[in-house]
């Protein structure tokens, strides 16, 4: 007796809800939009249930066309780390890998780390997306997704890539011209730039005195004013930079203008929540070589670096 369920078929049915579309998982297979459409129906038709749903604007899953999708994945991944494992660990990666960034990060540093990582592996199609909050795992929007801090989905798989420390800086120009803060309540009285990203409270910014400190494990929750805030990172660092303003921010993001001298750090005595940067994926990613190889290439080039 035939399966209803054919192995090929959870390939195709994979790429298609990756896709979002039938005209776009058409070019991803390189067949025309019926023929994607027939090879649905035919799925459908042996298993006796539908496992999409399309409108005018967008494309389903029925609740059976989630456990279909869910366990095509899981066995789609078991077959290629057990191609890995066969064929060790030379083995070239290929094929498509998508990979999602914050804005300001994910333009000066994970995009040009992809274009040498293209290089060394042509035969990788990598696919960048770049926004302010991670889309969810569920989703399935990404294979590989670079953030600052612990992922808070406990289903993704995340490793640390680079340490990353959130300092507080500002311009010359303001110090000079507002004083420079000896301690956090100080900031009671300067104009304070906000970055709205995320749950995070970005009216609160928290500190405690650096290690080694009596004080060290004491955490202080500062409310800041100010009357400039923004989504977007870079805008902020703007901000500072034009001497608007004092700015909490990941140290990658500021060090250049640390070397240069266009931004000043204060409050060196006293230390913000980390900011490190990880790599999360979703568990049925966890054997594939185009992810591993990735993070390991990112890894390796953050080693040793404070910043550009």
């Not at 709205?196 to 004013?225: L, M, P, V």
């Amino acid at each position: 007796m035939t399966s209803p369920i054919q192995p090929a078929d959870l390939s195709f049915f994979s790429t298609l809800v990756q896709s979002g579309s039938l005209t776009a998982a058409a070019r991803e297979l390189g067949i025309t939009t019926p023929a994607v459409s027939r090879r649905l129906a035919q799925i459908e038709a042996r298993l006796g249930t539908p496992l999409i749903t399309r409108t005018t604007r967008r494309m389903g899953l029925t609740p059976e066309g989630e456990i279909y999708l869910e366990h095509a994945r899981k066995i789609l991944g078991h077959i290629e780390d057990m191609g890995h494992q066969v064929m060790g660990t030379s083995q070239e990666p290929q094929g498509t890998l998508r990979v999602n960034a914050t804005l300001g990060f994910g333009r000066s540093h994970i995009a040009p780390l992809l274009a040498d990582f293209s290089r060394k592996h042509p035969k990788v199609d990598v696919q960048l997306q770049l926004s302010v909050n991670p889309p969810p795992l569920a989703d399935d929007v990404y294979d590989l997704c670079f953030r600052f801090g612990h992922p808070t989905d406990s289903r993704a798989v995340a490793r640390m890539v680079a340490p990353n420390r959130r300092i507080v800086v500002a311009a010359p120009a303001y110090l000079k011209r507002h004083g420079t803060p000896a301690a956090p309540h100080d900031l009671a009285r300067h104009n304070c730039i906000a970055i709205r990203q995320g749950d995070d409270a970005y009216s609160q910014w928290r500190f405690r005195a650096t290690r080694g400190s009596r004080s060290a494990e004491r955490w202080e929750s500062i409310k800041i004013r100010g009357n400039l805030s923004t989504n977007d990172g870079g805008i902020a660092v703007s901000w500072a930079l034009e001497g608007l303003g004092v700015l909490l921010r990941a140290e990658w993001d500021v060090a250049k203008y640390l070397a240069s001298g266009r931004l000043v750090q204060v409050l060196k005595g006293f230390e913000s929540p980390d900011a490190d940067i990880y790599a999360v994926y979703a568990p049925q990613h966890r054997g594939s070589v185009r992810v591993k190889s990735l993070v390991a290439f990112v890894e390796a080039a953050f080693k040793g670096r404070k910043g550009l």
